[in-house]
T-cell receptor, first 113, second 112 residues
Framework: GAVVSQHPSWVICKSGTSVKIECRSL??????MFWYRQFPKQSLMLMAT?????????EQGVEKDKFLINHASLTLSTLTVTSAHPEDSSFYIC?????????FGPGTRLTVL | ELKVEQNPLFLSMQEGKNYTIYCNYS?????LYWYRQDPGKSLESLFV?????AVKQEGRLMASLDTKARLSTLHITAAVHDLSATYFC????????????FGKGTRLSVIA
């Protein structure tokens, strides 16, 4: 099946710094990618829909100025967590839509100290 | 608004036993997915169900889809410890660029 990669797989940062997470579709083009976050023992929560060449669509309650999304090409979307705080610590997962299903990246574990 | 309900949310079962996880959803869809998630890992695709009556089997797991009842089931046969994980169903309305809608997940623990 199609492959979606994420980088980095884990990151530890100090409070107040910004962190960029990359999501790439390796063998297919994705006009739409999705960003999820997952807290321990909970389901995935959709944060935003990333659209190539246009602005992302954010879910209610997700601050667009804090979670910056850029989808500059058909194979790359980035999520930047700006001025990170400990409550932003979470598991971030991206997905990209292929022909008949969505393919998920391996996730990025963010820990903010 | 599409809602997806899974039950049970927690399941502890003995090795060798059979059990079924249920996934109900609220609006019309003929695309449903089952995923497995191990602790600290992302989602692993188990089954893609694309039509009414679809049934797929892989090892000790079998998934089915009844679009008229808006119900999918994941049946576990003769459970083994390696099946311990969290299982999610997700429904796809597949209209444009809409995301999947996930159930809350079923945390399965298989004990000896």
């Amino acid at each position: 099946g199609a492959v979606v990669s994420q980088h980095p797989s884990w990151v530890i940062c100090k409070s107040g710094t910004s962190v960029k997470i990359e999501c790439r579709s390796l063998d297919f083009q994705a006009t739409t990618m999705f960003w999820y976050r997952q807290f321990p023992k909970q389901s995935l929560m959709l944060m935003a829909t990333s659209n190539e060449g246009s602005k992302a669509t954010y879910e209610q309650g997700v601050e667009k100025d804090k979670f910056l999304i850029n989808h500059a090409s058909l194979t790359l979307s980035t999520l930047t967590v700006t001025s990170a705080h400990p409550e932003d610590s979470s598991f971030y997962i991206c997905s990209a839509r292929g022909d008949n299903e969505q393919f998920f990246g391996p996730g990025t574990r963010l820990t903010v100290l | 608004e599409l809602k997806v309900e899974q039950n049970p949310l927690f399941l502890s079962m003995q090795e060798g036993k059979n059990y079924t996880i249920y996934c109900n959803y609220s609006t019309t869809s003929d695309r449903l997915y089952w995923y497995r998630q191990d602790p600290g890992k992302s989602l692993e695709s188990l089954f893609v169900l694309l039509s009414n009556g679809a049934v797929k089997q892989e090892g000790r797991l079998m998934a089915s889809l009844d679009t008229k009842a808006r119900l999918s089931t994941l049946h576990i046969t003769a459970a083994v410890h390696d099946l311990s994980a969290t299982y999610f169903c997700a429904v796809d309305t597949y209209s444009g660029n809409t995301p999947l809608v996930f159930g809350k997940g079923t945390r399965l623990s298989v004990i000896a």
